[in-house]
């Protein structure tokens, strides 16, 4: 069972930038897409980016041009960069692992970790 970390979670102004990092357990990390997902108070959990074990990257409109997933295989690592960050965006952020090496949609992600906050002030 993989087990996935995140941090780098926190309190930001408007226009702040923050980077987020989750840890992967286990030595099969590259074979997996991997993902980040938010959840707001009040709201539905939102599929944020995803990153193939090919390292191909797709992002919710919300994000696009603002947020960057990325791996790093060797430390069974991945982030999301998170520039000009908005109000909107605050919210629980999520870690989260596909079932196969390509992942896009909700259903094709089974492992998630306990989340960071990341709240954004105007």
């Known amino acids: 069972q993989v087990q996935l970390v995140e941090s780098g979670g926190g309190l930001v102004q408007a226009g702040g930038s923050l980077r987020l990092s989750c840890a992967a357990s286990?030595?099969?990390?590259?074979?997996?897409?991997m993902g980040w997902f938010r959840q707001a108070p009040g709201k539905e959990r939102e599929l944020v980016a995803t990153?193939?074990?090919?390292?191909?990257?797709d992002y919710a409109d919300s994000v696009k041009g603002r947020f960057t997933i990325s791996r790093d295989n060797a430390k069974n690592m991945v982030y999301l960069q998170m520039n000009n960050l908005k109000p909107e965006d605050t919210a629980v952020y999520y870690c989260?692992?596909?079932?196969?090496?390509?992942?896009?949609?909700?259903?094709?992600?089974?492992?998630w970790g306990q989340g960071t906050q990341v709240t954004v002030s105007s």
């Open positions: 989260a692992r596909g079932t196969t090496g390509w992942a896009r949609r909700p259903r094709d992600f089974g492992s």
């Open positions: 286990g030595r099969t990390f590259s074979m997996y897409a």
């Open positions: 990153i193939t074990s090919g390292g191909s990257t």
